[in-house]
């Protein structure tokens, strides 16, 4: 694997990489995302591309995985989003995880870890040490793939009430 | 899982634990068996108990046993699907049970609290051991064993207090993962 990091493309093997979105992404993105949780919401990602694909974009990462042959059918391999955020919660600055997701037929290929790694390179490079994300605790794949990356339990835990 | 009231607060059952470390160690030796006498030996323990969780194990179908002369266990699981929580449910009940006694004391409201409170511990508990496989204990022990081994090169922004760029690399390399 090669990083090339002022092109911010990074190649897993001679037919994938990962790289910034674009534009043209966002309906595979779209479609992956429905595929995966059989729920469509194009405007939400379409808003998610607006402010994390197109805005501050030395803190705020939204990358893809592609297949580099181009077929309309297997495209894009997977996504993940996350940014620098600093001072909440009194943690100095971070990179949070918040969206990651892989084509279900490329799962157990390495294109998770390859986006991991992809945008912990990124955070790295902002200046930044720790990554963090949240994941439910009935996720178990979410779960057992981000604890397979060396993710632990960290100092917070979340919190939350209904609402009466 | 055992409560404390001092030191660590769970506490897995030494079956549990002896199980977990059974297993770890014949997925260090992949293909290759291990007998009782040499898992208890490394751990300290007698070849009477560890035989007991060997045979548990081998119901459950995570162990194989050989037979014959250099017989042994072999591990017979998906190291990658099996949890902490799927072996140590096989010597202690993790259900979610819910933590209320029968006693007129945890009828009070007092005491249906402190069962939350308890229920809240032990969910986390669960999902921690679940979210664990074999195959990720193994990975962080053989990277903290290589850690140990082999001083770690200085990271340029952190000076080597961290550093990830060893560990994403390291980790990206290895096949089959999800």
Redesign the interface.
């Known amino acids: 694997?090669t990083m090339h990091t002022n092109a911010q493309i990074t190649e897993i093997s001679p037919v994938v990489r990962v790289r910034r979105v674009q534009a043209t992404d966002i309906p595979y993105v779209i479609a992956l995302d429905t595929r995966v949780t059989r729920l469509a919401k194009a405007e939400y990602w379409n808003d998610v591309f607006r402010r994390y694909g197109k805005q501050r974009r030395h803190e705020r990462f939204f990358l893809v995985a592609e297949n580099r042959t181009q077929r309309a059918d297997a495209r894009l391999l997977g996504f993940i989003i996350g940014e620098i955020r600093a001072w909440e919660f009194g943690s100095t600055p971070c990179g949070w995880v918040f969206a990651l997701s892989?084509e279900p037929k490329m799962?157990?290929?390495?294109v998770?870890?390859?986006l991991l790694?992809a945008i912990?390179?990124e955070f790295?490079n902002a200046?930044v040490?720790k990554m963090r994300t949240m994941?439910a605790?009935?996720g178990?794949?979410p779960?057992?793939?981000f604890?397979?990356?060396?993710m632990i339990?960290g100092p917070y835990i979340q919190l939350e009430k209904d609402l009466d | 899982m055992e409560s404390h009231a001092g030191g660590d607060v769970m506490r897995l059952q030494i079956s549990t634990r002896l199980a977990i470390f059974a297993v770890l160690e014949l997925t260090a030796r992949q293909g290759r068996q291990l007998s009782v006498a040499e898992i208890g030996e490394k751990y300290g323990v007698s070849s009477h108990h560890l035989a007991k969780v060997m045979h548990v194990m081998g119901r459950a179908g995570l162990v194989r046993a050989i037979r014959g002369a250099g017989g042994g266990y072999q591990f017979a699981g998906n190291a990658r699907r099996i949890t902490l929580l799927d072996v140590a449910q096989l010597f202690e009940d993790l259900s979610s049970v819910e933590q209320q006694g029968n006693g007129p004391v945890d009828a009070t409201p007092e005491g249906q609290m402190l069962s939350e409170v308890l229920d809240e511990i032990d969910d986390i508990a669960r999902a921690t051991l679940g979210s664990i496989t074999i195959a990720t204990m193994r990975k962080l022990i053989d990277r903290r064993e290589t850690g140990r081994a082999r001083p770690r090169k200085p990271s340029r922004r952190t000076g080597g207090a961290h550093a990830p760029e060893l560990t994403a690399i390291s980790l990206f390399r290895e096949p089959n993962r999800p």
């Open positions: 694997m892989v799962r157990l290929h390495g998770g870890s390859a790694e912990a390179g790295r200046g040490s994941v605790r009935d178990r794949l779960m057992l793939f604890r397979s990356e060396g339990a």
